[in-house]
């Protein structure tokens, strides 16, 4: 079982910027699509940003032109910049990675392995 570490989470205001990281510890990480998803109060999980192994990157709708995703291979690695945020962004954020798995397999639940998540709270 592998089990993906989430960090960096926290309480901020309306406008800051947080940075989260994932550390995704398996072999040959550079062929994992890697990413983000989040899921509010009463709210279904959201799929927020995945990054192919080729460095292609997706966004979802609501954070597209706010969120970074980026990955370090050499560290086993993926984060999350969050800019501009908003209130709407409050949920526990969830790192996720998938071996050889496209993204559009990785965004409609294609994910064989997931973090415990981070709780990220934006205050207006």
């Known amino acids: 079982q592998v089990q993906l570490r989430e960090s960096g989470g926290g309480l901020v205001q309306a406008g800051d910027s947080l940075r989260l990281s994932c550390a995704v510890p398996?072999?040959?990480?550079?062929?994992?699509?890697a990413g983000w998803f989040r899921q509010a109060p009463e709210k279904e999980r959201e799929f927020v940003a995945a990054i192919h192994w080729v460095g292609a990157t997706y966004y979802g709708d609501s954070v597209k032109g706010r969120f970074t995703i980026s990955r370090d291979n050499a560290k086993n690695s993926v984060y999350l910049h969050m800019n501009s945020l908003t209130p709407e962004d409050t949920a526990v954020y969830y790192c996720a990675a998938s071996p050889l798995k496209s993204v559009a397999q990785f965004q409609t639940g294609g994910v064989d392995h997931w973090g415990k998540g981070t709780q990220v709270t934006v205050s207006s």
């Open positions: 398996v072999h040959s990480f550079n062929t994992y699509t």
